[in-house]
């Protein structure tokens, strides 16, 4: 009995350790025109218009849509921040 206690105490400590923070930041992100493929550090994450939780840290957004020039930019995000933000796109 104090074998199987031990083990899974040790269990225990290891699965906690090795859980993620949850999200508690959000981009809420749309462009003109809408529909634009969203990109996050190179992992597609959808269409805009897009509402994503993030980690705070450090981003690059890149959006695609054909017929039009990809976009990207950088943002720092927060513990806590909402941020909101319309990226216009040009003609190729």
Do not use: H, Q
Not at 65 to 81: A, P, S, V
């Amino acid at each position: 009995m104090k074998k199987l206690i031990f083990v899974f105490a040790l269990f225990f400590i290891s699965c906690e350790d090795s859980v993620s923070p949850l999200p508690d930041s959000s981009l809420y992100l749309d462009s003109i025109p809408s529909s634009a493929s969203v990109y996050v550090d190179g992992k597609y994450r959808g269409r805009t218009p897009k509402l994503m939780k993030l980690l705070a840290g450090e981003y690059r957004i890149t959006l695609a849509k054909e017929l039009w020039k990809d976009t990207t930019f950088y943002f720092n995000i927060g513990n806590g921040m909402s941020l909101t933000k319309e990226i216009e796109l040009m003609w190729k």
